[in-house]
């Protein structure tokens, strides 16, 4: 990260992330930089304790370069207002910072991020999460939990809800259903996956206001420097 003087008014968490912002923009290390309409950067407040994490970008997203303002965004701040919680209190961002979709009928659907996209993406999001230095993550849908959990994440009907103490990244990581899925169900199956948001997201902000009465113990850096002798 560059070594700038601080614009006044402005933390370094801040600065930093800003700087982060301006070359993700740029970024052009997958095919998706090609079909993209712009970067999709994670919003909200660097200084957050709470991340939370969805797949990517939809094409409302990719026309305003803002995480999560279709529908799915409008159910995802529904639930997190219910909460008591605002955009201001925590990032949202995305496993891809770039809109994945095919062309069908003439028509652009989206489609699941591909391994190759999300390792091309992946630098972004843990350097987002680096800075932030979260208590808790939430992952929102499949893709964030495989990403971040890895291999202890298996499924989303059983695990959703679950804490995750063992990552790398966060304390405390827990997946959540993608409100897209909400959205997808319909009548009473429709009214209890939309409360199982809403259940988990309490316990996920519940958990940040334990973690700061109680901070857990400091965790051992993320790259294990190898001993010289
Ligand atoms: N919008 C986003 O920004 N992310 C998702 O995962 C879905 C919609």
């Given at each position: 990260m560059a070594d700038q003087p601080q614009k006044p008014g402005r933390s370094p968490v801040h600065q930093h992330m800003a700087e982060l912002r301006a070359r993700a923009l740029t970024c052009t290390d997958c095919n998706l930089s090609q079909t993209r309409t712009q970067v999709v950067f994670g919003t909200g407040n660097p200084e957050t304790p709470m991340v939370l994490i969805g797949e990517g970008p939809g094409e409302q997203e990719d026309a305003t370069g803002i995480p999560f303002v279709g529908r799915a965004g409008k159910l995802l701040d529904e639930v997190l207002r219910v909460n008591g919680i605002s955009r201001n209190h925590v990032w949202i961002t995305n496993v891809l910072k770039c809109r994945a979709f095919v062309v069908e009928g003439g028509r652009a659907t989206n489609r699941p991020p591909r391994v190759e996209e999300v390792s091309a993406c992946r630098q972004w999001i843990e350097a987002e999460i680096a800075l932030i230095n979260p208590l808790v993550i939430v992952c929102v849908g499949g893709p964030a939990a495989k990403l971040i959990i890895g291999s202890a994440f298996q499924s989303m009907t059983r695990q959703r809800g679950q804490w995750f103490t063992d990552t790398e990244y966060a304390p405390y990581v827990m997946p959540i259903l993608h409100p897209a899925y909400v959205l997808?169900?319909?009548?009473?199956?429709?009214?209890?996956?939309?409360?199982?948001?809403?259940?988990?997201?309490?316990?996920?902000?519940?958990?940040?206001?334990?973690?700061?009465?109680?901070?857990?113990?400091?965790?051992?850096?993320?790259?294990?420097?190898?001993?010289?002798f």
């Open positions: 997808r169900q319909h009548g009473p199956a429709f009214e209890e996956a939309r409360q199982l948001l809403i259940d988990d997201l309490r316990r996920a902000r519940d958990k940040v206001r334990e973690l700061r009465r109680h901070p857990p113990p400091p965790r051992p850096p993320k790259v294990v420097q190898q001993s010289l």
